[in-house]
């Protein structure tokens, strides 16, 4: 492809006057036989899309290298540091920086679609029919945070036959297509048809032809032994822990393996036998939805705190913490949930980390794509109840002058132009100017109407749904109104942000109760030097684990030695300090102990005012701390 500047992404065209095409849930829209066609159309584009040769600008595997590895600049925007990769984790950018790298996905299946397959299908009206599905379509979203989630059927099958058969003679055209236009072109990676077929489905696993370390997927800090993702053709989810003296282990490491019901068991808080549920992920998204859940923009989108002592110790002094905030966040939620997906981290070690739980290869799994667009939605749907929250202006000064984020900081490797113009989180604040939207926010930011009233209603219908998808069902309700304002606690977790990937699990008189993810690369030479900065300022991430739903439960044990006899402070806390333990693990299962990340835990309480109208979020009041209750390591 000729250098003609920088790679603009736009988004997909939407014509004048036109409704704003909607980004579906992926289940509801592949099991959909309105939409077979389209599934099957954006099936065999992502599938030609994997297919191009990995050293090309726009192939897949260059852009979901634009995650981690390998570390090559994409698009002329260099690296800061050689030794560095692009990274948007654990910083205020997190939520928006993913923003235009999904449009780039997006963009690209809708060009190849357009420009690669459709020309070639002879029939003009299959032409004209095949065009407007290609013009509609919008990258689905997973939405994990629903009761009961579950791997999408689409996402499990190995092979795309049944999508092949449903089509019939258009998806016939447009294979024959796809093979001729290869073998013309010569620029999709040929390879034996055990390792990449026409009949793979893309969205299961993404596969190449070579060992991943030949296409420079090397963690240089291994001291030189293979690590897995460097052996591996094919990403993988929940996969045996990596031994490299095991024959049968690596085997399955080359092919992959996609363990789905693992995933599956991991979202819904079932990983290990014998441990009640934990605190379900749509209790988790309704929490952060809520008025005064996340007071600010900065608690919302991320777990990253700076001190406010700066320190170039690499550790965190022990008595130092975070001006008082919300320690829930989206990315914390996303962390989790990039470990269910990818597994390893497991107290029980039955598995090791796919690559949805590494940093720097989890753009490779197709299913990244589809997690992440319902991180964006949850970042759209936040916006809109809570407009006036935002990243702070460049005149905002902040912890680091020298290298404070702000609203017009630069979303590199993505450009608006041509000419070299970077994306800035202002940029994609209207992300329906980049021609998408979501379900519950049909209109955008606003309904479109004049009248406060009339946004007012926009509003409450926005809240409505949210209670509807993530809010307590009627018999939960009707046990907190029996409880007049139910108090609310919560394990508050910092830790120091060392760029060290590991999870802390945590467990109420031995039984799980929930668990907090550090979803970062290692300090070493493949670091990302965002992680280095952030260690040397003495950032630390938070995250959080509710105890309500175990504290109640405990009320209500039948065995009297382990029963909490009442929900007052002082009780509660004594409980705690006696009845609280915790487990980390790095993603391989090596325990961690606690000083080495200086993790330091708290308690805290406060009430809970619900209401019955579902267009009105319950409303937690500020937390006070439960003395007494407190680990600092």
Known sequence: MANVGTYAITGIPVPPNTPIP??????EWASNDENKEQVALFLLAFERFQRIKPEEKLSYFKIAGIHGLPREPWDGAEYPDPNAYYCAHSTILF???????????????????????????????????????????????????????????????PNINKYVDILQETVGILREAVSSSQAQAGNVATAPDKIINNNHNPVYSFQTSVPMKDLGIVFEDTGGEDSPYSIAQSTSRHPPKYNSKDPNVQKIWIGGIQNNDDVTKALNGLETPGDPPQVPLWGLVYRLMCPKYCQTYEEFATVNQVQSQSSKSPNIPPKVT?????????????????????????????????????????????????????VDRLLAIWQTLYPDRWIPDPNTK????????????????????????SFTSNTVRDWTAFGYTYPE???????????????????????????????????????ARDLGDPKDFVLNVEFALGGLGFVIHFFLQGSEIGQVTNFSSPISQTGCENCQDQQLAGAISTGQVVLSAALYSALRDSNASRRLKNLDPDTVASFLDANVTWKIYKLNGEEVEPAAISLNVTTEYGSVHYVSDPGRLPIFEPKQALSGAAWVY
């Open 22 to 27: 909607i980004r579906r849930e992926i289940h």
């Open 95 to 157: 939520p928006t920086w993913h923003r235009p790298y999904l449009l780039l996905f997006e963009q690209r299946i809708h060009e190849i679609m357009i420009n690669d397959l459709i020309p070639w299908v002879e029939d003009a009206k299959k032409q004209v029919r095949l065009t407007e599905l290609a013009n509609s379509w919008r990258l689905p979203y997973w939405d994990w945070g629903v009761r009961h989630p579950d791997v999408a059927a689409i996402v499990r099958e």
């Open 441 to 479: 926010l049909p209109h955008g930011l606003s309904n479109g109407e004049n009248g406060a009233d009339s946004q007012d209603q926009y509003i409450s219908g926005i809240r409505a749904q949210i209670t509807a998808l993530y809010g307590p069902s009627s018999s939960e309700l009707a046990l």
């Open 398 to 421: 902040g912890d680091h002058d020298d290298k404070a984020l702000t609203s017009e900081s630069p979303l590199s490797p993505f450009h608006v132009n041509k000419q070299n113009k």
């Open 322 to 374: 975070v001006k008082s905030r919300s320690h829930l966040s989206l990315e914390s939620i996303h962390n989790n949930v990039h470990v269910y997906i990818g597994g390893g981290g497991n107290r029980d070690q039955s598995h090791g980390p796919g690559h949805m739980s590494e940093t720097a290869v989890s753009a490779f799994d197709p299913i990244f794509w589809f997690h992440h667009c319902n």
